[in-house]
């Protein structure tokens, strides 16, 4: 299978070419302020992994003939509505042979996972893939929100285009242990045994948070208040510029407190941290909130605090490398993503640890409330000793395999290559 590659699909989303943003010039909401304030300008479509991934053949479009068939792929930009009206920037060659039915236009939204429901996404998009008129069957999404699929088959249209769900960033496991980011074999029982050895070294929770968002600030202000830090490993670089806390957090989002936090920022668990200050971006002096961090904090942890990238959206389950790396090197977690997302993970084959711990926070409608309901959660579990840690560790061992073998099992190509190149 071909794969066509030019300037306008292969710009970084980081670092885009000043002649590619030339192109978005009457699109100015792509320039807009990060987490930390920071300028940030990302092209609405950029480069995409998935031709490698899935070991296409990769052919320059000034090279090829449009003899045959080919696929082009995009990485979306994050604000849904605003790429979807705007696929009239696409190359019109491009476009012409979508078209005329000769090649699939692939709209990659793996790094994200949101809602697609009506004005979200799906009316602009539809309305976008009308006036082009482009044949739907040769559209493709991939995406990594879990229900999208479902989302779509309950859409009131007769010519749909085609969504495929994946858990990208299980596939994205098997790179981040090529670049030894992530170890090559993980057992359960060689963790317990590690721990055994280490108990009085082994801390209560590992909470790792690069991108500063509210409910994350929260946590970190619990923590602080409640004298849990020295039980943490953590990574969190600075609180949000425009907090908006709920009242219902008062005891501890008193200034008092979030200044005694402030002096202590910013939290980096190790050298991949300290050098990771800056404006938005790759490199040295830049700021990479997905940058790898050293696997051996896992280790060095019972318990993993997820904070999912999307915990208020209902309509958009989008599970990401804070949630599989740990469980894919022998972690239990604790998460804040939408209500019912251990659910949705049951239904992909995970087992949770309702065994061990209340996870009756998973079924609470109100976001806040189910944060809360984890922060007590959190505190319940931080009166454990390192015994009872390790004895709770080794009891769930066989869970805890159980997820590391899905893991390492989820093929790419049955779960994607195969649903988009089925002829």
């Known amino acids: 299978m071909i794969a066509l590659i030019d300037r306008f699909n292969q710009v970084s989303m980081h670092d885009p070419s000043q002649d590619i943003v030339d192109l978005y010039k009457h699109i100015p909401e792509i320039n807009e302020l990060d987490n930390r304030a920071q300028p940030i300008c990302r092209p609405l479509f950029s480069h995409s992994s998935l031709p490698d991934v899935m070991e296409l053949e990769i052919v320059e479009v000034k090279d090829f003939d449009f003899k045959s068939k080919f696929s082009y792929f995009v990485h979306v930009h994050h604000n849904q509505p605003l790429w ?34 009506g004005d979200e996404f799906l009316n602009p998009f539809y309305e976008s893939i009308d006036k082009l008129k482009l044949p739907t069957e040769n559209i493709y999404f991939i995406t990594n929100n879990l229900i999208a699929e479902k989302t779509h088959q309950d859409y009131d249209r007769e010519n749909k285009i085609n969504i495929v769900s994946v858990m990208w960033n299980v596939f994205d496991i098997q790179r981040l242990k090529g670049e030894k980011n992530l170890p090559m074999k993980v057992r359960a029982d060689m963790e317990y045994k590690y721990k055994s050895v280490n108990i009085f070294k082994i801390k ?42 709920p009242d219902m957090f008062y005891k501890y989002t008193q200034n008092e407190n979030i200044e005694d936090l402030k002096s202590q920022l910013p939290f980096d668990i190790d050298e991949t941290d300290e050098t990771n200050h800056g404006p938005a971006g790759l490199g040295k002096g830049m700021f990479n909130a997905d940058l790898p961090f050293d696997p051996i904090h896992y280790r060095d942890t019972f318990i993993s605090i997820v904070m999912g990238a999307f915990p208020f959206d209902t309509s958009g389950y989008h599970l990401h490398s804070s949630t599989f790396n740990p469980m894919y090197c022998g972690h239990p977690i604790i998460q804040f993503a939408p209500y019912k997302t251990l659910d949705v993970m049951k239904q992909y084959g995970f087992k949770t640890f309702d065994k061990w711990w209340d996870e009756s926070y998973d079924n609470e409608k109100d ?11 959190v505190l319940k579990l931080s009166d454990y000793d390192e015994k009872d840690l390790l004895n709770m560790y080794e009891d769930m061992r066989e869970t805890l395999q159980h997820n590391i073998n899905i893991i390492e099992d989820y093929d790419i190509k049955t779960n994607l290559y195969d649903r988009i190149y089925d002829e």
């Open 204 to 245: 209560h929770f590992l909470k790792i948070n690069r991108t500063n968002r509210d409910e994350r600030d929260i946590f970190m202000l619990f923590l602080n208040f409640e004298k849990l830090l020295d039980k943490c490993l953590v990574s969190f670089p600075e609180l949000h510029k425009w907090p908006d806390y």
């Open 84 to 117: 979807a009206k705007n696929l009239d920037v696409i190359p019109r060659k491009i476009l012409d042979e979508v078209r005329s039915g000769n090649g699939k236009l692939i709209f990659d939204n793996t790094l994200e996972g949101k809602s697609i429901e």
């Open 367 to 377: 976001d806040w409330k189910r944060l809360q309901m984890i922060m007590d959660l």
